[in-house]
């Protein structure tokens, strides 16, 4: 990242779930249900504190929390399964109140930014049509990279192909997963309460402010100093 | 309360949803699905985190957070419309891990407990039957009381219908609500990190103490002092 440009307005890397679009719930439900498929019983709240974190990690730390040992080839269909039901709940899922303004307001204002998910490709797509962004935006999916969130791939791809330094990058997401990606990336973390981790935690996570949505951010871009 | 008897073993209230029975996820779902149908649109993280105050304190929050005011007829409609969908998802609705044990250990062991709850009667009942309470058991909701949760009605009516002073009474709770509600009941507040809120929110809430799940409450059971 040596020869990354730098200049004085810094970019913007989103996490995608939980952060510009209101679907975390539904990623919880069709988590729920790929593992009631499977026979697996597992509490809503822990689906829905692994939300944002890789896949493949998720379900190792199932192993751990309730003891539940998955093959690679249930992990596959597991996530098949995932993918497919938050496909099918498409229609349920919003942008958060102030995404696409947010995202308008940068592009105007020559603020570069980019999204990064630990989403698949297949899934993370429709959702983003959703946000109505333009043509070329940068998109980093979790099939771009080695591993996905809180490793700092996905963030350091983004800052790559916008060219800039990841510590010239605030990194704006739901999850502490994405706080401790940020940490990793050297870039500053931005919380937002819309995916529903409250306030401290995501503080005690490193995060440097906490907003409750993208509309908030929005109003306290100021704060960030960025000028648009 | 001053009549109240006093023993050395104290007694513990619960809370329901989020703290007995893995249901906050399809209240959620419920409100959201009840304010859609007045053309309401609210993010879910939003409607997460007033789960288990009183509703009608709910939609009075709605007006100050996103500037939306409810009449009083389109509240009494809101709250049918939502407790039609909890019971519509009754089967999608699970016991906590563990909380049938603690329950059966509690009464075993002599520990007089209850069952205190922001839900009105017609919602709870059928929730409650997921536990295979005993016959007799101390259910306490919202249609015995003026004021549901964050007021302390709920824990106050639950510990004088088991003839305990509050202050001999452990409020075992999922959300800041409970705790406020404890707190003014003088009851020592146990968070469940089962409903969904983070160990720091609840910590800093004033609980006492925080577990996982009722399965992580019953294996510390010693930490309170209580002994079955």
Redesign the interface.
Known sequence: MSEAVQTGQPAVLFDLD?TLV?S??QH??AWREALEHEGI?L???RI?RRIGMSGGLFLRALDREVGIQITAEQAERLQQIHGEGVRRRLDQI?P??GARELLRRLSDGGVPWAIATSGRAETAHPIIRLLEVPEGTVVITRDEVPFAKPNPDLFLAAAGRLRRNPRDCFVVGDSVWDMLAARRASALGIGL?????????L??AGTYRVYD?PADLLAHLDELGIRT
Chains 1, 2 share one sequence.
């Open positions: 939980g209101d975390v719930y919880v439900l019983d509490s809503v709240w829905h919003r958060l109140p309460l819309s995916g529903g981790y409250g306030r401290e935690e503080t005690a949505d």
